[in-house]
């Protein structure tokens, strides 16, 4: 499919779309002809920020002991709480 094409659906859809009640989200779906994605060398593993993100931030406690799974917790941004630690939560709210 040629840009020219896509950038025709796009202004068609924005066009037709009518008011809404909830956030309206686009699907699209690629297939790449020619290509054995049963190879591991050929599959995709990628991200996509989006310029304007709609959804909230979450906040990320791990209760952990183990270093190793503390330091990999840490490096992913979550705030890290020794394991011990949800037994005096649990009985704060009892």
Known sequence: MDKETLDKLSTFINENKGKR???QSVELAVNFMGIDMAKQDNRLN????????KGKSHNVVV????????????????????????????????
Request: aromatic share 4%.
């Open 21 to 23: 009640k909830f956030s």
């Open 63 to 94: 209760f952990a002991d183990d270093k190793g799974i503390v330091a990999k917790a840490q490096d992913a941004g979550a705030k890290v709480m020794p394991g011990s630690e949800i037994q005096s939560i649990a009985n704060d709210k009892l």
């Open 46 to 53: 990628l991200e996509v920020k989006m310029p304007n993100p």
